[in-house]
């Protein structure tokens, strides 16, 4: 099994900027990251396999202010979160899975991180 470790979440100001990290013991996953707000359903932000060329998928929600990066040597992804809005409010997760790659869906994930908690203020 894979062990995830996110850091990087805090408190910044609408418009602002985080960059969130994932340090997983093992890249030969389909990977992503997911939110979930206070009283909302979990949220995929943004899919991907870090052996992969490069490619990503990315919810509506985030696609052209969030960018996810990966630093295999290290066996870590980040998220880089720009332009960030009140309604990015919520705790961060990573995921790693065996299934299905570049998908959004939850059930398709079956190790998590223990997140890291990101305040947009307006």
């Known amino acids: 099994q894979v062990q995830l470790v996110e850091s990087g979440g805090g408190s910044v100001q609408a418009g602002g900027s985080l960059r969130l990290s994932c340090a997983a013991t093992?890249?030969?996953?389909?990977m992503a990251w997911f939110r979930q707000a206070p009283g909302k359903e979990r949220e995929g932000v943004v899919a991907?396999?870090?052996?992969?060329?490069?490619?990503?998928y990315y919810a509506d929600s985030v696609k052209g202010r969030f960018t996810i990066s990966r630093d295999n040597a290290k066996n870590t992804n980040y998220l880089q979160m720009n332009s960030l809005k009140p309604e990015d409010t919520a705790m961060y997760y990573c995921?790693?899975?065996?299934?299905?790659?570049?998908?959004?869906?939850?059930?398709?994930?079956?190790?998590w991180g223990q997140g890291t908690q990101v305040t947009v203020s307006s």
């Open positions: 093992d890249s030969h996953y389909c």
């Open positions: 991907f396999y870090p052996g992969g060329s490069g490619r990503a």
């Open positions: 995921a790693a899975g065996v299934g299905a790659c570049y998908t959004l869906a939850a059930t398709n994930y079956r190790y």
